[in-house]
């Protein structure tokens, strides 16, 4: 039997994603054997991200400045905004490398089931954005799911009154898959094969 402190690291590590009860020992007990290297550094960058992380109030990415290094990055292209439903999207998108321009956090998507209303997602604030002007094109860029294309439809119906080019990713990405969990070739194809809504 282990510690208390040590079951109780073992217990947060588990409920990560991806992370069960016997990869979070495994993890632990690598930790514990690399102590004054690896779990050091580990809790520093633990302790700089808790104390220096926020919000972008104007994208909604998470990062350790507002605005984010994202929408701060004047190489960006200003024209061309890709609203994603959440930040895990945006990262993995923008691993890719492919998109040039900026990013819109949805915060989540619309979900009848889950209670999860247009109000409760930041679509107003992306209409602000639209309206503010200077945007040319909004690649919808929601995962292959039922909610998610419900969402993208919903967001390309309150955009079509605005002289913008509306796309959305290509279908080829998997029906149920999410952006986080796709590698990057699919993304880039799925990025270059972007086409108009409706």
């Known amino acids: 039997m282990a510690s208390q402190e040590i079951e109780t690291l073992t217990a947060a590590l588990a409920r ?6 016997r990869s979070a020992r495994r993890a632990v007990l690598w930790l514990i054997k690399r102590r004054e290297g690896a779990l050091v550094q580990l809790l520093e960058a633990l302790d700089a991200v808790r104390d220096g992380l926020v919000e972008c109030q104007t994208c909604g990415n998470v990062d350790t400045s507002d605005p ?4 701060a990055d004047p190489r960006r292209d200003q024209r061309s905004l ?4 959440d930040v895990a999207d945006l990262w993995a998108l923008d691993r890719s490398r492919l998109f040039a321009g900026r990013y819109h956090v949805l915060g989540g998507r619309l979900s009848a089931l889950d209670g999860v209303r247009p109000e409760d997602l930041t679509i107003g604030k992306l209409i602000e ?7 040319d094109e909004v690649v919808l860029a929601m995962n292959a799911t039922l909610e998610g294309q ?14 913008i080019r509306l796309t959305q990713l290509a279908h080829g990405l998997p029906v149920g898959g999410e952006l986080d969990y796709l590698d990057e070739g699919t993304l880039a194809q799925a990025l270059r094969a972007r086409r108009p809504m409706g």
């Not at 990560?16 to 009860?21: D, E, F, N």
């Not at 984010?68 to 929408?71: A, E, K, L, T, V």
């Not at 419900?150 to 002289?163: C, K, M, N, Q, V």
């Open 68 to 71: 984010c290094g994202i929408c």
């Open 150 to 163: 419900t969402t993208a439809h919903y967001i390309a119906e309150r955009l079509e009154s605005y002289p």
């Open 129 to 135: 954005r639209v309206n503010q002007g200077g945007i």
């Open 82 to 85: 890709c609203v994603v439903e």
């Open 16 to 21: 990560l994603p991806g992370l069960g009860p």
